[in-house]
């Protein structure tokens, strides 16, 4: 029997004030927590990828949680753990490979998060590998991942003109595994270049190596930098999960131990981006904060967002048009949405082929026309 919207609505309630209570210090509520249906609980839990940091940060807190909502927890960890060591397994072969060929790498978000942040690979929930490479290298860099047996999740560009517009508009590609391994090849860490990160040739003198554990000897970000990327990602995607805001928080803690994250004297410490995903937090988690038009945007966008990545809601136009009004509207400066509008206006979708990327990176004019043609032809 499938798990009504209002089981998933109480769940979602009841972990976020499991999650938020590590910094308000406020007692659960007994009552909601007792009503929760374990199915509901796992299924929020598991969206949001906070198994790990629920057992690690907030074991105290759980103990408040009624046992059969606590037995769902192990059992996602365990796979979680899993997944990850298949993972650090494919990224360090990618890595070596990529390496030996000349093209240097940098692993982001996952693996490396999860390490950086919390000392255990397993921590967060992830389901693919994240590696940036130069956007001079990305031809070489595709070409050593087929060669290892990886296949593209959407066909790859067999001229220039289609790559250069590609890339324009795109930020990474897809391919995946025979042996399950799900890789995004990252030339930018943000579609929007005012967000995303330099580029890798630019980044390599600022970069650190991990020192120990499985992924020792891999390129590391400065913590600002790290700290900036995961802001801006998170922004954009409305912290429809749970976890991208998480890490900022735990950043944030441990830097200012002592200090509520929400503070106002610690608000004019704080970057834009980790301010405005901090709001976006406190929303969500219900928490006393103001809540201006624009996050209540975001924070519509995020619950549908949430539906269609639990499979409860399909894809249509509406919804896509919501979910990028929220993503626009999370964003931090007039500047940033006004690069987010061009580039959803000149995007084109991966399937639509050779030529319309060639008209495309010709006449940018006709994105949106070529857009409103995949759709229609998707749908009949």
Known sequence: MSTS??????????????????????????????AVKPEAFEQIVKLHGVAGVLQLRHASLLQALPPDLLTVLPTLRRRA?????????????????????????????????SWRLYGDIGIRQSGDIDVLVDVDAVPDAVAALL?????????????ALHWRERMRVVHHVNLQHANGAY???HWRTDPLRSTSLPRLATLLPTLGRIESGPLQGLRTL???????????????????????????????STAHPGTRPWSPALHTELDPYTRRTMQMMAAQWSMAVPVSASLRVAGL?????REQLMGR????????????????????????????????????????????????????????????????????
């Open 5 to 34: 919207p209002q089981d998933l609505a109480l769940a979602g309630r009841v972990l976020a004030q499991v999650l938020r209570a590590r910094w308000t210090g406020e007692r659960l509520d007994a009552a909601a927590a007792e």
């Open 81 to 113: 753990t899993v997944l990850a060591l298949m993972q650090v397994r494919a990224l360090r072969e990618l890595v070596t490979t990529l390496e030996a060929a000349g093209i240097a790498t940098l692993p982001l978000k996952g693996l490396a998060l």
């Open 147 to 159: 060669a290892l047996g990886y296949q593209p999740t959407q066909p790859l560009p067999d001229r």
């Open 183 to 185: 890789v995004e090849l």
């Open 222 to 252: 400065p913590l600002p930098a790290l700290q900036a990327s995961l802001a801006s990602h998170a922004c954009r995607s409305r912290v429809a999960r749970w976890k991208w805001g998480y890490d900022l928080l735990e950043i944030v």
């Open 301 to 305: 966008a995020a619950a549908v967002e």
């Open 313 to 380: 809601q399909a894809a249509s136009a509406s919804r896509g048009l919501l979910l990028h009004a929220g993503a626009w509207a999370a964003l931090q400066d007039w500047p940033a949405r006004a690069e987010y509008l061009a580039w959803v206006s000149t995007r084109v979708s991966p399937d639509v082929g050779e030529a319309a990327y060639s008209l495309v990176a010709r006449k940018p004019w006709l994105a949106p026309l070529i857009r409103a043609w995949a759709a229609a032809r998707r749908r009949s």
